[in-house]
C-alpha cells in the first residue's frame, strides 16, 4: 500500500440526502436502529490494500445512508491493519460525523503471542479493546463483540468484561460472534443480570450457509438481540464474480485463505449460475438478490457485506431498491438450494 501523509483527498462533505435512501431497523428491543445494509473492513482494508479505494468505499456507503462499519482487531493483513487505516481516514473524514457513526470492533481471534492475546479472558479483551481505540483513533466504540465463543474461560468472566467495558464507556453496547443458540441464550441472561443487556449477534449467514435457521435466529428473537449476517455473498461467490473464470483482483486469487478455489467449482458454480438466472429475471444483479433474499426476515436487523471497490458497494445498496420476493421465486430459489 502506497501511504502519503501529504496527500490531500480534500474535504469530505458527505451526501445531504443520504438519510432518504435508507432503512433501518430496530436492533432486537433496544433504541438503536443499524441501516438495513452494512459494511465491514476484514478485507480491503490492510496494509497491501489502496487506502484510496478504502477511503473512497467508505465514502460512497456513507453517501448512501450507510452508517455502521464493522472491524476487529486483528482485520488486515496485517492483524490490526484495518484499525490503523481506518483510524487515517477517520481524521480526515470521519472525525466530523463521528455522531451520525456506529463503529464496532471485536477481540476474541489470535491477535498476540502467548495466552493473553487470544479467546475470551477479561485480560485480552480489555487489552485488546485499549488496543483497537488506539489504533482507530477514537474514545470509544459502539458496539465491542466478543468474536467467538471460548471453551475455556467461564461465560461469566467473558461476559462480566463485556460489562465493565460498557460501564467504563469504552463501548457503549455489547454483542457477540459465532456463538451457538444455547451459549447465546446464557450470555444474555449473565448480561441481563449484570444490568447490561446483549444488543446483537454477528453470525455467518447467507443462501449457502443457514445454520441460523436452525434456532439461534428463534433465541434471538426471544432474548430481544437484534441479528447482523457477515459473509451474506459467501465472499463473493454469490455474485456473477466468477462466473467467467477467475478475475485477477478477486478475493479467491488474491488470499486464497478464506475463499479457496478449489470450492468454486463444476456444481457450486452451476448452483450459481441457476441463482443468477433467478436474479436477472427479477431484475437484480446476484448479489442484490443475494441481500434481498436476507433481509426478507425481518429478524435481520442489518446485512453486513465486504466490498473491493465504490462500484461493488453501489451495487450491493441496489438491493435496497427491490426487497420483496414473489411466492413463486421463493420456491425456484429455495429448490436450488436444496
Ligand atoms: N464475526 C465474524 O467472525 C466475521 C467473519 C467474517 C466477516 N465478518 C464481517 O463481515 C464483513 C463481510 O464479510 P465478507 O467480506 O466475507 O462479505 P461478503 O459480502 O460475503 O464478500 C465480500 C466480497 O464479495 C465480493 N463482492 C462484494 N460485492 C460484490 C458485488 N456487488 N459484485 C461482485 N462481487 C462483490 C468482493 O470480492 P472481491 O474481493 O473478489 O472483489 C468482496 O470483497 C467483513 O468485512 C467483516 O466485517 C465477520
Not at 307 to 330: C, H, T, V, W, Y
Request: with cysteine; glycine share 8%; aromatic share 10%.
Amino acid at each position: 500500500m502506497k501511504i502519503d501523509d501529504k496527500y490531500d483527498p480534500g474535504f469530505f462533505r458527505a451526501d445531504a440526502a443520504r438519510y432518504e435512501r435508507m432503512e433501518y431497523r430496530r436492533c432486537g428491543k433496544s433504541g438503536l436502529r443499524l441501516p438495513a445494509l452494512s459494511v465491514g473492513l476484514w478485507h480491503n482494508f490492510g496494509h497491501t490494500d489502496d487506502l484510496e479505494k478504502a477511503r473512497n468505499i467508505l465514502r460512497t456507503s456513507f453517501d448512501h445512508g450507510i452508517t455502521h462499519f464493522d472491524l476487529a482487531n486483528n482485520y488486515g493483513p496485517p492483524f490490526g491493519a484495518a484499525e490503523e487505516n481506518f483510524g487515517r481516514l477517520f481524521r480526515k473524514d470521519w472525525a466530523p460525523y463521528r455522531d451520525e457513526l456506529i463503529l464496532s470492533t471485536k477481540a476474541g481471534w489470535d491477535m498476540w503471542p502467548g495466552p493473553y492475546g487470544n479467546f475470551g479472558s477479561r485480560k485480552y479483551l480489555i487489552a485488546s479493546l485499549d488496543q483497537s481505540l488506539r489504533r482507530m483513533g477514537v474514545d470509544y466504540v459502539d458496539i465491542f463483540y466478543h468474536h467467538r465463543p471460548d471453551p475455556q474461560t467461564p461465560l461469566e468472566e467473558t461476559m462480566g468484561a463485556l460489562d465493565h467495558i460498557v460501564r467504563q464507556g469504552k463501548a457503549l453496547y455489547a454483542g457477540i460472534s459465532q456463538y451457538k443458540p444455547e451459549e447465546t441464550a446464557r450470555a444474555a441472561a449473565i448480561l441481563r443480570q449484570m444490568g447490561t443487556p446483549l444488543l446483537i449477534h454477528q453470525p455467518r449467514y447467507s443462501m449457502l450457509d443457514r445454520w441460523v435457521e436452525d434456532g439461534l435466529l428463534d433465541t434471538l428473537e426471544q432474548e430481544g438481540v437484534g441479528a447482523i449476517a457477515f459473509s451474506p455473498l459467501e465472499q463473493g461467490l454469490l455474485t456473477d464474480r466468477y462466473l467467467q473464470g477467475f478475475p485477477e483482483d478477486s478475493r479467491a486469487v488474491r488470499d486464497g485463505r478464506y475463499l479457496r478455489k478449489d470450492r468454486i467449482s463444476g456444481e457450486r458454480l452451476e448452483l450459481v449460475r441457476r441463482l443468477n438466472a433467478i436474479a436477472q429475471k427479477r431484475g437484480q444483479t446476484l448479489a442484490q438478490m443475494a441481500i434481498a433474499w436476507l433481509l426478507k426476515d425481518q429478524r435481520i436487523t442489518s446485512v453486513l457485506v465486504g466490498a473491493s471497490s465504490p462500484k461493488q458497494m453501489l451495487d450491493n445498496i441496489g438491493a435496497l431498491e427491490q426487497l420483496a420476493f414473489e411466492r413463486e421465486e421463493l420456491d425456484q430459489i429455495e429448490a436450488i438450494l436444496k
